[in-house]
């Protein structure tokens, strides 16, 4: 019994990873070969919660690992957290060494094969105002990335629950953030996740901006992190 569940599940998991690759096209597949990891098993009857997002999520600001808005959220649930935030990224934007440290952060669609990895059941995707530039220039392009990546979420893992958080702003958010926040609530929605907007009202206050002018202290990520489980509550 044992060794024909273990080859289901191989067999699950591969027509999972075939999905998705074929969905995003050579260049996922060459990621996939050369830079996705893998993640440790949990504990039976612990919900594995991947948290996909930029450095907001990746915990930027924040005093300590366990202050970031994601690792309170996934501690409040009682969540395994596998925190894929990298700076600079979003549904469009990759980043280099000066926005995540790396020599190459892919954006959200091209890291689904780590979302894979970690066998979630629940996925948090947060962001996208690295998208804004793009999404000025060109919206139809944006919103494209934004509905293909909850798509292929939903259809690579169509038992797990998503959650979708919006893009936030470190001051009054203006009509171009406002219109990506509904692009985002449209495509998070046809994909059935559940979503979080963190402009409508504002979760962030002008005294949880550090000075940096972009990003938020302890305080702004646990009015993030409260929003989140006032959503899921």
């Known amino acids: 019994m044992a060794s024909r569940l273990t080859a289901g599940h191989a067999r699950r998991l591969i027509h999972l990873v075939l999905v998705v690759l074929l969905a ?3 260049g996922a597949l060459w990621y996939f070969i050369v830079g ?3 993640s440790e098993a949990a504990p039976r009857g612990e919900k594995v919660a991947v948290f996909l997002g930029d450095s907001y999520t990746q915990g930027v600001g924040a005093g300590s690992p366990e202050a970031r808005w994601a690792s309170v959220v996934a501690a409040t649930e009682g ?9 600079g990224t979003g549904y469009l934007a990759t980043a280099g060494a000066e926005g995540c440290g790396q020599p190459y ?8 094969p780590d979302v894979l990895s970690a066998a979630p059941d629940v996925v948090v995707v947060a962001g996208g105002q690295n998208d804004l530039a793009a999404f000025g220039s060109e919206p ?9 990546t909850f798509r292929a979420l ?15 702003s470190p001051g009054e958010a203006g009509e171009s953030t406002r219109a990506l ?3 985002v609530r449209r495509g998070a929605e046809a994909a059935d996740a559940v979503y979080v907007s963190l402009l409508d009202p504002p979760a962030i206050t002008k005294d949880m901006v550090l000075p940096d002018g972009a990003h938020v202290g302890d305080a702004g990520h646990a ?3 409260g929003r989140v489980l006032d959503a899921l509550d």
């Open 24 to 26: 995003l096209g050579a």
């Open 36 to 38: 996705s990891q893998g």
């Open 223 to 225: 009015a993030i992190a």
């Open 154 to 168: 939903r259809t690579a893992l169509p038992w797990v629950t998503i959650i979708a958080v919006g893009p936030s």
């Open 181 to 183: 926040d509904a692009e």
């Open 79 to 87: 969540w395994r957290e596998v925190n894929l935030g990298r700076g």
């Open 140 to 148: 139809a392009v944006v919103v494209a990335q934004i509905d293909a």
């Open 105 to 112: 952060c892919p954006n959200y669609l091209q890291t689904l």
